[in-house]
């Protein structure tokens, strides 16, 4: 069995930075892809940021120069750093994976973490 745990969520004013981290624990044979969605109120969860084992990584639009996802495979651990904060990046967000096992491999998701940007 493995988790994903996130951690770094809270409420920053508008301009602010945030760092959220996610941990995989448990049974971990190889993690391939991990990255972060997020799911504002009324709207459908959307991909923010991925990034592969191989460290090649993916940006929504609307995050891009803004936000960094970085991963330490070592750590089973995927950051994404948020700076230069807006209003509309309120929202839950929550961290994946893939897990590989022997024959078959698993998508994990976190239990959501919930960042509020004041104006």
């Known amino acids: 069995q493995v988790q994903l745990v996130e951690s770094g969520g809270g409420l920053v004013q508008a301009g602010g930075s945030l760092r959220l981290s996610c941990a995989a624990s448990?049974?971990?044979?190889?993690?391939?892809?991990m990255g972060w969605y997020r799911q504002a109120p009324g709207k459908q969860r959307e991909l923010v940021a991925a990034i592969t084992s191989r460290g090649s990584t993916n940006y929504a639009d609307s995050v891009k120069g803004r936000f960094t996802i970085s991963r330490d495979n070592a750590k089973n651990t995927v950051y994404l750093q948020m700076n230069s904060l807006k209003p509309d990046d309120t929202a839950v967000y929550y961290c994946?994976?893939?897990?590989?096992?022997?024959?078959?491999?698993?998508?994990?998701w976190g239990q959501g973490t919930q960042v509020t940007v004041s104006s």
């Open positions: 448990g049974s971990i044979v190889s993690i391939d892809a």
């Open positions: 994946y994976a893939f897990f590989k096992f022997l024959t078959r491999t698993v998508d994990v």
